[in-house]
């Protein structure tokens, strides 16, 4: 069994039980031979959030507003998830979580209503050349409308500096949007202090949370951001995204809507009907994660909050692991790698590692090690400037690995091995 210690609450060290978690995992024991490496392009998930959706297409596949039996069951299962979310980001108001399709969606409803509240005073907004597409061209397309973009760029060791974001700041800011981890290069961003320096000269801040949800805990109250956006499936549930904002924030957005609905959100923001099974399943997700917490502390009296915290204090322990060892491995391979790279770093990024093989093609070692039944990605990872910015060809990208708390050191072992054998045989 594959286990590493970990620090936990409520007792000095205890070894993370993932063999106990994969059991919860279907689809892992559906394709026992495949080892999931490409999880940033989509999490596995556990029984409960199948049980979830299936209970609700069985039970209340309806639409929710009724007075029958089935319709009230809709309206209370999506409070439910609602109340859940907002668990899950420590939100002081349930009412500050909105659901709907994806995040990508969410940051152009957002973009577009502070778009039309633009004005000379107020119109400069902070992108980052490490974000994902669609917390970039959601704002560059604001251009037209008066916007004017400030670029606040990596270093090249491929970490974004505070220190350089500060003097691009000025009462002039709108707002900046960054993401708290890379998709591509697992690195990771201080939520905290870019709110802080946002807010500081009036501006407000907006986070892309769609690759941080599975691997740290999320906290809207202490991070003080004004906006945040994340998605289920990346996060243990089927495909769907949630925004949150703080509620005066949400208020004086413009969004379109019906003239029936309320101008308060959430309705204002949930146009139109969205998916209630993949709501329900996110709701069972995030309670997977509190058991999870519930299975590693022995802390008496916790609240769910309290469990989530203990959850994802070992996973981060447990995936920072998994980090150093594929981090070894890929130096032992000759891999030239984007980000963090130091084993002794691990603890500062997410298990996902941008990567290529001197002298070899990205696609064609991906269908290699598919061909191994690891699946890995490779391409640009939609994201055009960063790709840019590592010298790299929007083409052929580099190669990405993306692992979760399920995945296990001997999976690792089999990546070194099969990256050994695809070695000797080009040589």
């Not at 070992?314 to 963090?340: K, M, N, P, W």
């Not at 002298?359 to 994201?383: C, E, S, T, W, Y």
Request: proline fraction near 4%.
């Amino acid at each position: 069994m594959d286990m590493i210690a970990a620090s936990l609450p409520g007792q000095s060290t205890a070894a993370f039980p993932v063999e106990t978690l994969r059991a919860q995992f279907s689809a892992l024991a559906h394709a026992p031979n495949t080892v999931f490496f490409d999880n940033a392009a989509g999490a596995q998930v556990p029984q409960a959030v199948f049980d979830a959706v299936t209970s609700h297409l069985l039970e209340r596949n309806v639409q929710r507003g009724g007075r029958y039996k089935q319709s009230v069951a809709v309206d209370a299962s999506v409070a439910d998830a609602r109340e859940t979310v907002a668990l899950f980001l420590n939100a002081s108001d349930a009412a500050e979580v909105s659901f709907g399709m994806n995040a990508t969606s969410f940051i152009r409803l957002v973009s577009l209503g502070i778009g039309q509240m633009l004005d000379g005073a107020r119109n400069e907004i902070v992108v980052t050349d490490l974000d994902h597409d669609a917390n970039i061209s959601t704002w560059t397309a604001l251009e037209p409308l008066g916007a004017r973009i400030v670029w606040w760029r990596m270093r090249d060791d491929r970490q974004l500096y505070i220190e350089d974001l500060e003097p691009l700041l000025s009462e002039k800011t709108r707002l900046v949007a960054f993401t708290a981890a890379s998709h591509a290069l697992g690195t990771l961003v201080d939520v905290p202090a870019v709110t802080a320096a946002a807010h500081a000269v009036g501006a407000e801040s907006f986070v892309d949370c769609v690759h941080y949800g599975p691997h740290g805990l999320i906290d809207v109250q202490a991070w003080d951001c004004d906006y945040l956006v994340c998605s289920g499936y990346k996060t243990f549930s089927p495909h769907m995204g949630f925004l949150w904002g703080k509620k005066d924030k949400l208020r004086t957005l413009p969004t379109f809507r019906e003239d029936f609905i309320p101008n308060e959100p959430p309705f204002k923001i949930e146009v139109g009907t969205f998916v209630y099974e993949n709501v329900a399943g996110m709701a069972a997700a995030i309670r997977y994660l509190e058991a999870l917490g519930q299975s590693v502390t022995s802390s008496a009296g916790a609240s769910r909050r309290d469990h989530l915290v203990a959850a994802f204090d070992a996973i981060r322990a447990y995936e920072a692991e998994l980090s150093r060892q594929c981090l070894q491995v890929l130096h032992r391979h000759g891999a030239t790698i984007y980000g963090v790279s130091d084993p002794a770093r691990a603890s500062e990024r997410v298990p996902t590692i941008l990567f290529n093989l001197p002298g070899r093609a990205p696609g064609a070692i991906a269908q290699q090690l598919a061909d191994h039944d690891i699946a890995v990605r490779d391409g640009h990872m939609f994201a055009p400037r960063l790709m840019n910015r590592l010298g790299l060809e929007m083409s052929s990208g580099a190669l990405r690995i993306s692992l979760l708390h399920y995945n296990t050191p001997a999976e690792i072992e089999r990546f070194d091995a099969v990256l050994g054998a695809l070695a000797r045989s080009s040589s």
